[in-house]
């Protein structure tokens, strides 16, 4: 199958986010990635399930969502509520995952999980088979337009070796440059943010990912 390549909005401009949307879902995007901050997980602030819900009025395409907040729990709901097809959070919070998945699907959505870095994939063995998405940080997290760190690659061996046999998305520093090494680890979604939205033409910069 075709890697599936999810526009982050985060490098869109949202002072016209519904011309954006159309203009790289016209383009070729298969889902939006939406990066969610709360200013205590990361040191940046973006926004919340009030915009998530403007984005699903403004495109039927599949929307990622990922958290970026210290305390999934309370608000992953509230974003799955909002019309995230997808929720993801990460590995190195404080809570407990199974009650967090659980809170996902009791919106009839789907549960994804995030590690960082510096995270090893080993961490996500118990709760992988109620995965619909593992998300491998290749940044460190917070800030769009980062240097992609190859070194991460190896974790989708790992979790393919663990079993795991659901998508696998590449998070950060994705770009036409770096986007065939993801693909030849076996990455099977590559979330862009500045090398589409940074661009002035997206469906040649989603085309330029795609045959990478
Ligand atoms: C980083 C975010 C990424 C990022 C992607 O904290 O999770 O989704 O915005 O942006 P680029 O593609 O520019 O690295
Ligand atoms: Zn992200």
Redesign the pocket.
């Known amino acids: 199958m075709d890697v599936l390549i999810a526009p982050?909005v985060?490098?869109a401009d949202f002072a016209c986010l519904t011309d954006e949307l159309a203009d790289a879902a016209e383009g070729g995007a298969d889902w939006f990635?939406l990066?969610v901050?709360d200013g205590h997980f990361?040191p940046n602030i973006t926004f919340g399930p009030f915009v998530v819900k403007a984005i699903r009025a403004a495109t039927e395409l599949f929307l990622d969502c990922?958290l970026?907040i210290q305390d999934p729990l309370t608000y992953a709901p509230q974003f799955a509520k909002a019309g995230a097809d997808l929720v993801t959070f990460h590995a190195e919070v404080d809570q407990d995952p199974e009650q967090i998945i659980d809170a996902i699907e009791a919106q009839g959505k789907k549960a994804g999980m995030v590690v960082n870095p510096g995270t090893d994939a080993q961490v996500l063995q118990h709760w992988l088979p109620r995965l619909s998405l593992v998300v491998v940080?290749s940044?460190k997290?917070?800030?769009?337009?980062?240097s992609f760190m190859p070194d991460v690659l190896e974790k989708i061996a790992v979790l393919r070796s663990l079993g795991y046999e659901g998508n696998i998305e590449m998070?950060?520093?994705?770009s036409p440059d770096t986007a065939r090494a993801c693909k030849d680890a076996g990455a099977t979604v590559l979330?862009?943010?500045?090398?589409v939205f940074?661009e002035a033409d997206r469906a040649a910069a989603i085309r330029a990912i795609r045959e990478a």
Do not use: N, R
């Not at 997290?141 to 980062?146: D, R």
């Open positions: 982050s985060l490098s990635h990066d901050m990361v990922h970026m940080m940044v997290p917070g800030f769009a337009g980062q998070d950060g520093g994705v979330v862009a943010g500045s090398a940074g």
